[in-house]
């Protein structure tokens, strides 16, 4: 049995129940036993460790829905291990992995085998994400109904739009019946192919083969209408653009149960930062410009948009220090999330709680895991943060076995102090 | 310097230093350099019209082409200037080499950066290759041409060859026309022309032009003789046949009755317009026989005398850059 911990003098921000305040928790045998909000935890057993927040930020643990390793099949890239390091870091605290790996994760062996390794690592928080269909080749249904009994949260085929509308509304009506959601890329795949960038100016300039921005909307136009057709819950796997904004928010109108991602770099940076042909902004979907990163804050700010992922990629220098159009697409994310997201309460420009939001208790109601809020019984999944600490991030040292962050040299606020996973340690300064 | 033309010795004589290490990009000059790039190679042509057409300037010095491309007339192009000036010259040619067996550009960058070259002149089919690949070697890198992004000796021939023929480069009115979505012909053009004080329009079917090519301060037509109306020069672009099978265009005829430059389209133009092509020509398709072998109008074989001693322009530019350095 371990020790009970009490952290106290902190600033609790808990966006499920809306408290931002003073407060404190107890943590016993890996739950919350105990949240004092505004008053103190009172008199505490001597056999509790008390830890003194000294009135930083506690929040719940990060709730990283999208995040891609490089196991099985491509661990010099990624393992789990390095992974769940670098998440712990970070303050994510449960990790939903992709099922685009070698095998691909479409059937129950390949979901087990991740949970397997994830209890073996015992780090943090893994889950998988089903293939929607076998290979990820968007043909056949791979197998959801026992994907799910095995532990999947969702099925998605990753960044491979599935393009034939027969298989996704078989997909999203056979997974409605299993309660699981279905994730879907829209993007066009045939204005999509070959583009190593968005179109536009700056694209045309430096002489890449391009996507027009609208590409992600008309996908998306059709995924809503399959979705109205079939009434499956549907994750919009990563908006980008305002005219694909504009679908989201009719849809949701019409009540359709959709919620929206976006990614942590596409709310950061646009298309100018790839500069001279700097691969490690070269991502899918590629960055948009200034106007679209705008709709994108503004989408989240409002609502529209509810859960910020980091869409971590790990990519070896060897996939990135290639000519732009060969180079491996995407960018890891697990350790800059937090710093990067409290970029926009520091900016003025999204309020701090509803920031939290999108990364703990809306992705956690989304896929119905008990973490991502600070109640009593729930996981004791808690982050703890100095708001206000500068850091520069430096790729190098990154935990990640991947080095491929776009905020290399960057100048953020926030430093994750300590990082718990039922009530276990696994990260702190 | 013995054996070189008098106006080429009064030009090697000014006190001008190219100030920089590549030669990447025509959006990286400004117009001081461009005019004594463009005097240096004005003298490079008298030169080369000379019996003995040597110099040493870059004698000792290490010429690599690295073309990962094939193009037979720009690399004999580049060997020519380098051999002209005393260089040694080594053609690589990747297929044959290790590039086909896995290796990336940045090994074999490296490797070849290891033989102490002094100059390294690049064709890759990738946009920004040439960049890269000057963040990794000592050398100066030479962009003969990258993916669709930049060729900027082309653009430097060019202008060199519209100098010669008008005196002036300021002022002209210069159609592009053709596949300017896929050239780098193109964008070196646009952005040098320009710099030089040009009026540069853009001629060719919607899908060809970039969509986004109306904020590049040049005026775009669909309609090639409103485009080339009034024009003093005509350049024409190369198009591959492959995107004219219903691909960016329905057929090559097609192409042909409404983008190929004939006599009849080119009657709009100035009369006394210049024709240009960056070759090889798709004759039929683009441009008409009848105008592309017609001395009195086309520029097309001047254009490949003015390479060699454009490049021979560069190369000594840049070799005199390396000798300020060590």
């Not at chain 1, 045309?204 to 059709?222: C, D, F, H, K, Q």
């Not at chain 1, 989201?248 to 770099?265: D, Q």
């Not at chain 2, 010095?61 to 004999?76: A, G, V, Y």
């Not at chain 2, 962009?143 to 930049?150: F, T």
Request: charged content about 20%; proline content about 6%.
């Amino acid at each position: 049995l371990s020790r009970p911990v009490a952290i106290t003098n902190a600033r609790i921000i808990d966006p499920a129940s809306g408290y931002d305040g003073p407060g404190g928790v107890i943590v016993t045998e890996g739950v919350i036993a105990d949240v004092a909000k505004g008053a103190g935890l009172g008199k505490l057993s001597a056999d509790v460790e008390v830890i003194d927040a000294g009135g930083a930020l506690l929040i719940p643990g990060l709730v990283d829905i999208r995040v891609k390793t490089g196991e099985p099949g491509a661990e010099p890239k990624e393992t789990l291990k390095s992974a769940a390091l670098a998440a712990a870091a970070g303050g994510v605290t449960t990790i939903v992995v992709q099922p685009d790996t070698h095998p691909v994760m479409d059937e129950p062996a390949v979901v087990d085998f991740i949970l397997r390794r994830a209890r073996d690592i015992e780090l943090v928080n893994v889950y998988p994400a089903g293939a929607a269909t076998k290979g990820c080749e968007g043909k056949r249904m791979a197998e959801i109904g026992l994907m799910h009994e095995a532990g999947c949260l969702y099925v998605t085929d990753a960044d491979r739009p599935i393009v034939d509308s027969k298989v996704l509304r078989r997909v999203l009506s056979y997974a409605k019946a299993f309660g699981v959601p279905v994730a879907h890329r829209p993007a066009d795949p045939w204005l999509s192919s070959g583009a190593a960038a968005s179109e536009g100016e700056f694209a045309a300039r430096l002489g890449l083969p391009s996507v027009p921005a609208i590409a992600e909307r008309i996908m998306l136009e059709r995924d809503l209408a399959l979705v109205e057709l079939t009434g499956a819950p549907f994750i919009v796997d990563q908006v980008t653009t305002a005219g694909a904004l504009e679908s989201l928010k009719r849809g949701l109108e019409r009540g359709l149960p959709v919620t929206a991602t976006t990614s942590i770099n596409h709310l950061s940076f646009n298309e100018i930062d790839i500069g001279d042909y700097r691969t490690f902004c070269k991502l899918d979907p590629p960055l948009r410009s200034e106007d679209d990163r705008q709709a994108v804050i503004a989408a989240v700010a409002s609502g529209l948009i509810q859960v910020i992922v980091s869409a971590h990629a790990p990519a070896p220098a060897e996939d990135k220090r290639l000519p732009y159009d060969e180079a491996a697409p995407g960018a890891v994310g697990l350790q800059t999330l937090l710093p990067a997201l409290l970029a926009f309460h520091h900016d003025g420009q999204i309020p701090l709680i509803d920031l939290i939001r999108t990364v703990t208790a809306a992705p956690a109601a989304l896929l119905g895991l008990a973490g991502g809020r600070i109640a009593k019984g729930a996981p004791a999944d808690l982050v703890l943060c100095d708001l206000n600490a500068p850091v520069v991030i430096d790729a190098d040292k990154l935990v990640s076995k991947s080095k491929n962050s776009p905020f290399d040299g960057r100048r953020l606020q926030g430093r994750v102090l300590r990082t718990m996973v039922d009530g276990r340690t696994v990260y702190s300064v | 310097m013995s054996g070189a033309p008098p106006g080429l010795n009064e030009v090697l004589q000014r006190t001008f230093s190219f100030p920089k290490r590549h030669f990447l990009s025509a959006t990286d000059l400004n117009e001081v350099e461009v005019a004594n790039l463009l005097d240096l190679a004005d003298g490079f042509v008298s030169l080369n019209r000379q019996t003995s057409k040597k110099l040493d300037l870059l004698k000792g010095r290490t010429l690599m082409n690295l073309f990962f491309e094939n193009s037979t007339r720009t690399q004999s192009s580049f060997e020519l200037a380098g051999k002209r000036l005393g260089a040694d010259v080594v053609n690589m040619s990747p297929r044959s080499s290790s590039i086909s067996k896995g290796e990336t550009l940045i090994d074999t960058a490296v490797t070849l950066n290891a033989m102490q070259p002094d100059l390294l002149v690049v064709r890759h089919s990738s946009s920004g290759a040439a960049s890269l690949l000057s963040q990794k070697v000592g050398c100066s890198v030479v962009n003969a041409g990258d993916g669709q992004h930049e060729h900027p000796t082309q653009a430097l021939l060019d202008a060199l060859s519209m100098r010669r023929a008008f005196g002036h480069i300021s002022g002209l009115k210069v159609a592009i026309c053709g596949d300017v979505m896929h050239s780098r012909v193109a964008r070196s053009n646009i952005a040098m022309l320009q710099m030089l004080g040009a009026n540069v329009r853009l001629v060719g079917p919607p899908t060809l032009i970039p969509a986004a090519a109306d904020r590049w301060n040049v005026e775009v037509f669909h309609d090639m003789r409103q485009g080339i109306a009034g024009c003093d020069v005509v350049m024409m672009l190369r198009l591959q046949l492959e995107r004219m099978d219903g691909v960016m265009a329905p057929s090559q005829r097609e192409y042909f009755r409404f983008f190929g430059l004939d006599r009849e389209k080119l009657a709009y133009a100035a009369p006394h317009v210049r024709v240009m092509h960056p070759g090889p020509m798709n004759r039929g398709v683009e441009i008409d026989s009848e105008v592309a072998d017609d001395l009195s109008v086309s520029l097309i074989q001047d254009q490949v005398e003015m390479g060699v001693a454009a490049r021979m322009a560069v190369l000594t530019s840049l070799a005199a850059r390396l000798e300020n350095e060590r």
